[in-house]
Structures are given as C-alpha cells and as structure tokens.
C-alpha cells in the first residue's frame, strides 16, 4: 500500500495529529493509502505532546500510542506523497532530499502554526487547521 507522510518539526503535535486525522476520516479507504509522519529535528522515540492528543481526540482521532520518528531516507523513499506543515519544512526537506521535490507539497495554502508550548486552545487552533487540510487532501487524492 502506497504512504502518505506528514512532516513537521518534532513529531509531536502538527504531523502525528494530521497522521490521526487522515485515518480517523478513512483516507486509507478513500485514498487506498496509509498514512505515516516524521519530523525534520526531532528524538525518535517520544509520545505526542499531551495538548495535542487532547485536540486530535476532540476530533475523532486517537494518537496517543504515536512516537516519534526522525524523517530520514527511507521513510521518504516509501512515501507517494509527502507533506509539510509549512514552507519553512518544505525548503529543509527539499535541501536534504532534493529527490523528494516531485512528491513533496504544502499540507494548506498558508503555514500551519507549531501549537508546541502554548494552551490547549493553541493546539485546538492547529487541529481544525490540519483536520481541513486532511480532509481536503483526502477528497483529492480519493480513488
């Protein structure tokens, strides 16, 4: 099965929550692809920040076994489709992997904030964001 990967800065809040939200609306159904996420700076290894399992549970998806995992070469050889949260992570991807331009994108048409550190509404700003980008992203790429 061909992968979609979100890609933010730490795996922790924005990419995992897009990851939850992609599956929790049937993108594996609608799309025939799994869904997967990495972060360009980040400790492999560590769970979803708490803020942001709350904001992803509030909208149907549930994240909270995630760890995560630092973006290397073959998460990114395995993906279709690889998206970034903002431009900033699309020129870091694109600089390290050039190979990855014809199947790299913007998640939304402007940059999605890193809720990381601030309140829940902070990161329940951050999940409609990605739940509607997600959603968009499914409705585009459904088979």
Do not use: W
């Amino acid at each position: 099965m061909d992968t979609i990967l979100f890609v933010c800065t730490g795996n922790t809040c924005r990419s995992p929550m897009a990851e939850g939200f992609f599956r929790s609306q049937d993108g594996p159904g609608k799309t025939g692809m799994a869904a997967a996420s990495a972060g360009i700076y980040t400790t492999g290894g560590m769970p979803a920040s708490e803020y942001a399992i709350t904001a992803a549970k509030e909208r149907g998806a549930d994240i909270s076994k995630h760890r995560s995992r630092l973006l290397n070469r073959d998460i990114l050889e395995n993906a279709k489709y690889i998206f970034c949260m903002t431009a900033a992570h699309y020129d870091r991807l694109l600089e390290q992997y050039p190979e990855a331009e014809e199947k790299t994108y913007l998640l939304a048409d402007t940059d999605i904030a890193d809720p990381f550190g601030g309140d829940l509404m902070t990161y329940r700003i951050a999940a409609e964001q990605l739940y509607e980008a997600v959603q968009s992203i499914i409705a585009k790429l459904a088979k």
